[in-house]
């Protein structure tokens, strides 16, 4: 039987997965596709809990995730018009091939 | 559920909407005949002029309270942040006309007033559905905004690191509110919080909270969130830096109040010296510390003005996360008024550093040297930006430190409570003095070099010269008669 638990540990290990993958990889393309990931975490767990709430209460989590599955669209567009503006630069998408921005 | 009610309460929110609409097909189709600084004047005076309808609209009528079953809360707490967004953008605005920095006249100014959009309602929304979609309306035009001058790669690589670093961070917010939403079943911050109450320390909670306030962490740059700020404001193109630092400060920090006070007002826990106790006021008060600290030390070695001005922001934030952590009326209202006042000084200062720039090429230290000679009227503008940021009487900027450090003493509740925090804030409020006086003296002590046009007086734009003079004057008067401004908030809160 397939429990909330169970969404929750997948969504949970994808969250990770993503976060991994932000902080560790060099290519932007790689780090965008990363946090695409953690929202996708976020947005298995919305669809879990909503499920567990039932068809009443759980639609207010099935419109929650439909706007923020076209809000990660938009903000995936944003983020490859950013690249794209910057690879006319240095023709990479690497992140650590200019001397990087000081912190 | 009224819909005519609801579309009668977000007026403003659609004046500012259409404004940028109009501006956007404005200029597209006087793109060919006009020249482009009078395409950046009509496009900004269109700006003003949707902004100031917005004003008009707020002062006239009377906030609607609750509305759609408490999906937005506009009271008159987030109005009045409403209008501080609203004159902060008209600011902004005008400063981009000095700047000039693109071709792309309607996209721009039509981005800042949909970021300006997203901001407003982000001090209305009470519905996390709605919070989310409002922060990434304002935190998508930002990214893009700060991403304008294509041919300034170093711009470019600062907008791309403020995309990915905010993008995780809205990540991290919206699995926080998931798992809240999963333990509340609710979307409405009031009423989510009875139910997480009585879950005490559940540990999907405490995954939930840390999420949320590390998403909020970042947007509001403190530490160790801060690290896109100091590259967005050297970057950045100018304005789109000063509404950084300014709109998008003061409304990220009004939803962090919102959420800690409304969301989980049991969960605070606490932060006092040898009484720690598990909640977000322990998370909060080292984060505060840590950008106190980091965000005076380092800002002391900074030789860009910009980047200086960046590390000071970092700095404030920390100030004022301690009135968040005094956790009442009289706490929100002292944070609402440092961050008013900090916003129009900080906007102020950035507009000085603008003309710096363009007139010699750089905005590190030596090139504000002279600047009383080259125009006395920026230099006395600059020194009052500069004493307020640093909190010296009678300016805003001091009362605002003021009124949060002694919410902050005042909550305690026997015990030294938060004065552990507060004495570490006003020792390094004394370091700060040192680099804040550092770029008054290269303005006022300093000869003009004479290879860069010494005694050529530099040009400033009529336009310019007013949003200075006004902010600058906003700035003593908020400090001379902060009366009525800060006991208004305290009603408005209170009630």
Redesign the interface.
């Known amino acids: 039987m397939i429990t909330a638990h169970h969404y929750l540990a997948v969504a949970a290990m994808l969250f990770g997965i993503g976060l991994a993958g932000a902080l560790t990889r060099r290519n932007s393309i790689l780090v965008l596709m990363s946090i695409e990931l953690m929202l996708n975490a976020a947005n298995l767990n919305l669809v879990a809990f909503g499920r567990q709430a039932g068809w009443e209460q759980g639609s207010q989590a099935a419109l929650w995730v439909m706007c923020a599955i076209a809000i990660a669209a938009a903000e995936s567009g944003v983020g490859l018009a950013l690249i794209l503006a910057i690879y006319r630069h240095r023709r990479s998408a690497h992140l650590d091939e200019s001397p990087p921005l000081k912190g | 559920m009224n819909y005519g009610a609801i579309a009668w309460a977000l007026a403003p929110e659609a004046i500012l909407a259409l404004t940028a609409l109009a501006v956007l097909g404005m200029d597209a189709a006087l793109a060919r005949r006009w020249s482009v600084p009078v395409r950046w004047r009509a496009a900004v005076a269109a700006g003003v002029a949707g902004c100031l309808g917005a004003l008009v609209w707020m002062a006239a009528a009377d906030p609607p309270g609750r509305l759609a079953g408490g999906m937005l809360v506009l009271d008159d707490a987030s109005r009045f942040v409403c209008q501080a967004l609203a004159v902060l953008t008209m600011a902004s605005l005008v400063l981009s006309i000095e700047t000039a920095l693109t071709e792309h006249i309607g996209e721009y100014v039509a981005l800042m007033l949909l970021a300006t959009v997203g901001l407003m309602l982000m001090a209305g929304a009470e519905n996390?559905?709605l919070v989310?979609?409002s922060l990434?309306l304002a935190s998508?035009s930002l990214?893009?905004l700060a991403?304008f001058q294509?041919e300034s790669?170093?711009g470019?690589?600062?907008?791309?690191?403020y995309?990915?670093l905010g993008?995780?961070s809205?990540?991290?917010l919206?699995?926080g509110?998931?798992?809240l939403?999963?333990l509340s079943?609710e979307?409405e911050l009031s009423r989510m919080a009875p139910k997480l109450a009585r879950l005490g320390m559940d540990p999907?909670l405490i995954v939930a909270l840390a999420s949320v306030v590390v998403g909020l962490g970042f947007k509001v740059a403190v530490v160790p969130f801060h690290?896109w700020a100091?590259?967005v404001y050297q970057?950045a193109p100018l304005p789109t830096a000063a509404l950084v630092a300014s709109g998008s400060k003061m409304a990220s920090f009004y939803l962090l109040i919102r959420f800690m006070l409304e969301g989980f007002p049991e969960l605070a826990g606490r932060a006092d010296w040898r009484g720690w106790e598990g909640g977000w006021m322990p998370l909060l008060g080292m984060a505060a510390a840590l950008s106190i600290g980091l965000g005076n030390l380092v800002a002391l070695v900074q030789s860009s003005v910009r980047r200086l001005l960046a590390y000071s922001a970092i700095a404030h934030a920390g100030y004022a996360l301690l009135g968040v952590m005094a956790g009442n009326a009289e706490g929100t209202a002292a944070v609402v008024y440092y961050l008013s006042t900090y916003a129009l000084a900080v906007i102020g200062a950035f507009g000085v550093a603008g003309i710096v720039e363009r007139n010699s090429g750089g905005d590190r230290l030596e090139n504000f040297a002279g600047l009383w000679q080259r125009s006395p009227l920026l230099a006395a503008c600059l020194f009052v930006f500069i004493l307020s940021l640093a909190g010296l009487p009678p300016l805003a900027g001091f009362v605002g430190k003021f009124a949060v450090f002694a919410a902050a003493a005042g909550a305690g509740g026997g015990g030294l409570g938060l004065i552990w925090l507060i004495a570490w804030a006003l020792g390094m409020s004394a370091v700060s003095l040192y680099y804040y006086l550092q770029v008054l003296k290269q303005a006022y002590v300093r000869e003009a070099e004479a290879g860069r046009g010494s005694s050529a007086a530099w040009r400033v734009l009529p336009a310019t010269r007013v949003v200075l003079l006004g902010l600058a004057v906003a700035v003593v008067l908020l400090g001379c008669f902060p009366g009525g401004v800060l006991s208004w908030l305290r009603a408005a809160l209170g009630s």
């Open positions: 996390m559905v989310y979609a990434e998508l990214y893009a991403a294509r790669r170093h470019l690589e600062a907008a791309l690191k995309f990915l993008g995780m809205s990540a991290f919206l699995y509110m998931s798992a939403y999963g079943g979307v999907l690290l100091p590259d970057a």
